[in-house]
């Protein structure tokens, strides 16, 4: 690839190790592994927290930066809870700018394979729509906005096929 994303899994033990081992194939995923906390493994101003909570928008991918994708889900109950535990820590958020492109019928939290995969289109074709459009799963209801930023009802996002930072190639 052009521009290689890196995946790392970082505080990779008990419950979730135990059921990462299930998944056929797993011992050939390309990613490096660690049971450490991503705040040790990465220098902290080098990390950006990726919450769909943020006031700061995610324009592009910076080549030193590790983009840590939280493995707990915002459901309702938790709302907020990512955002607080990246303030808290003292690391920078952001948040992908799903908002400015598409037009969604649910909330906009997204699955970690989801928003790797949004990161991993975007860092091979630099374009924020086209990798919604790759990546956003259908059951979700998502269609482009046309560059005006109103909802293009010609064009619904296709399907598609832990706690970890992913952070594109130096």
């Not at 690391?91 to 799903?98: E, G, K, N, Q």
């Not at 799963?137 to 996002?157: C, F, H, I, M, V």
Request: hydrophobic share 35%; net charge neutral; charged share 25%.
């Amino acid at each position: 690839a052009a521009r290689p994303l890196r995946f790392h899994l970082t505080s990779l033990c008990g419950r979730i190790e135990r059921q990462l081992r299930h998944i056929d194939g797993v011992e050939r995923w390309q990613v490096t592994r660690s049971r450490e906390s991503y705040l040790d493994a990465f220098p902290r101003e080098q990390l950006v927290y990726l919450s769909s909570d943020s006031s700061e928008l995610l324009t592009d991918l910076e080549p030193d930066t590790a983009y840590v994708i939280g493995g707990l889900v915002d459901h309702n109950r938790h709302k907020g809870l990512t955002q607080a535990r990246a303030e808290r820590a003292g690391v920078r958020t952001a948040r992908l700018p799903i908002d400015e492109h598409m037009q969604m019928s649910q909330r906009r939290v997204l699955a970690v394979n989801h928003v790797f995969e949004i990161l991993l289109h975007h860092t091979q074709h630099g374009d924020w729509s086209a990798a919604f459009a790759q990546a956003m799963p259908q059951r979700r209801g998502a269609t482009l906005k046309e560059a005006g930023g109103q909802p293009n009802d010609t064009s619904p996002a296709p399907a598609t096929t832990a706690e970890g930072a992913a952070a594109p190639a130096a």
